[in-house]
């Protein structure tokens, strides 16, 4: 199981940065597929997700408005589009997928779904810095 993060590097603030995550590998089935980011001293905090069983999707209150995640066929992954970058979003960003719960769990995608508790497997981070 691979989930290969990229696109992160230093951003101005207010500019934009595009994050994608190829997954491969897979055996299982996944039903849900998101990222998650830790600045150093704090916790692992889930950014957004989206539920391959219903594609519901859901974001942190922090980022709502400003990031947009989306499934990318392609690489059989995610992209996750950063919009009015702020210092604040500057963290490491990992991608994760969950699937242990099954399909029915992870419809109607909320906080406790999109939680790192909620993941099965992750990729290395890719670091997003936001600053001028």
């Known amino acids: 199981v691979q989930l290969q993060a990229s696109g992160g590097g230093l951003v101005q603030p207010g500019k934009s940065l595009r994050l994608t995550c190829a997954a491969s590998?897979?055996?299982?089935?996944?039903?849900?597929i998101g990222w998650f980011r830790q600045a150093p001293g704090k916790e692992r905090e889930g950014v957004s997700c989206?539920?391959?069983?219903?594609?519901?999707?859901y974001y942190a209150d922090s980022v709502k408005g400003r990031f947009t995640i989306s499934r990318d066929n392609a690489k059989n992954g995610v992209i996750l589009q950063i919009d009015s970058a702020k210092p604040e979003d500057t963290a490491t960003y990992y991608c994760?997928?969950?699937?242990?719960?099954?399909?029915?769990?992870?419809?109607?995608?909320?906080?406790?779904?999109?939680?790192?508790?909620?993941?099965?497997?992750w990729g290395k981070g890719t670091l997003v810095t936001v600053s001028s």
């Open positions: 989206i539920s391959l069983s219903d594609g519901s999707t």
């Open positions: 994760a997928t969950g699937g242990s719960s099954g399909p029915d769990y992870y419809r109607g995608l909320n906080g406790a779904k999109c939680h790192p508790y909620a993941m099965d497997y």
């Open positions: 590998g897979f055996t299982l089935p996944y039903f849900n």
